[in-house]
Each structure stands twice: as C-alpha cells, then as structure tokens.
C-alpha cells in the first residue's frame, strides 16, 4: 500500500524556520514527480512547491526565495525547507506524488496521485 507521510510542522514564530519531511513507502517514487501544497482555512489548496525526478524544481511566487524543495531517492524522502516564514504560509501542509515517469516539476494538483494526510503549520506574528 502505498502511503506518503508527512511530519515536522509545528507552532514558530514569523521570521523563523522549519523543515517538513514527506517519507514515502509502498514503492519507490524516484521516477515520479513530488510536490507539496497547502489549505488555508476557508482557503482552496494551492501549489507551494515541486521537484521532477530529475531535481529540477518549481515554485509558488509567494515562497520563491523563501522555501526550498529538495528530495533524497534513496530515503523515497521529500523535504521542504521553509525559512523567513510568515503568518500568512499557516496552513496543512501536503505531500504528494504523480506516477511513475512524470518527468516535469508539475504545478497541476490533477497530476499527482498519491497525497499524504498532512502536516499543520503555524506561524504567529
């Protein structure tokens, strides 16, 4: 069964940092393209960051310069690294993955597959 697992969000403070893992099992994701996302509260989910199999990556603009998306194949690991946070990135943080052989940094929800149950960050101001 194939699960992602999120884990690392916590309660900071704006202007801190914080890394959020996504540890993968049920097969191996080193072909498929990795993204997280966020839900706000009263919000939609939208794209914060991807990494295709072969590292390149995309980001949201609110996060570019501030996060960091990068991933270990041989952990089946993704990580977010999120620095400068603000109050405005608190939300559910998800994990998730396309199938095998997506070969682009996608930014479109609709392609990835599997999704983690997420991680809660919050930053306070």
């Known amino acids: 069964q194939v699960q992602l697992v999120e884990s690392g969000g916590g309660l900071v403070q704006a202007g801190t940092s914080l890394r959020l893992s996504c540890a993968a099992s049920?097969?191996?994701?080193?072909?498929?393209?990795m993204g997280w996302f966020r839900q706000a509260p009263g919000n939609e989910r939208e794209f914060v960051a991807a990494?295709?199999?072969?590292?390149?990556?995309s980001y949201a603009d609110s996060v570019q310069g501030r996060f960091t998306i990068s991933r270990d194949n041989a952990k089946n690991t993704v990580y977010l690294q999120m620095n400068s946070l603000k109050p405005e990135d608190t939300a559910v943080y998800y994990c998730?993955?396309?199938?095998?052989?997506?070969?682009?940094?996608?930014?479109?929800?609709?392609?990835?597959?599997?999704w983690g149950q997420g991680t809660q960050v919050t930053v306070s101001s």
């Open positions: 998730a993955a396309t199938e095998p052989r997506y070969t682009s940094a996608t930014r479109n929800q609709q392609m990835y597959t599997y």
């Open positions: 990494i295709s199999w072969s590292a390149s990556t």
């Open positions: 049920g097969r191996t994701f080193s072909t498929s393209a």
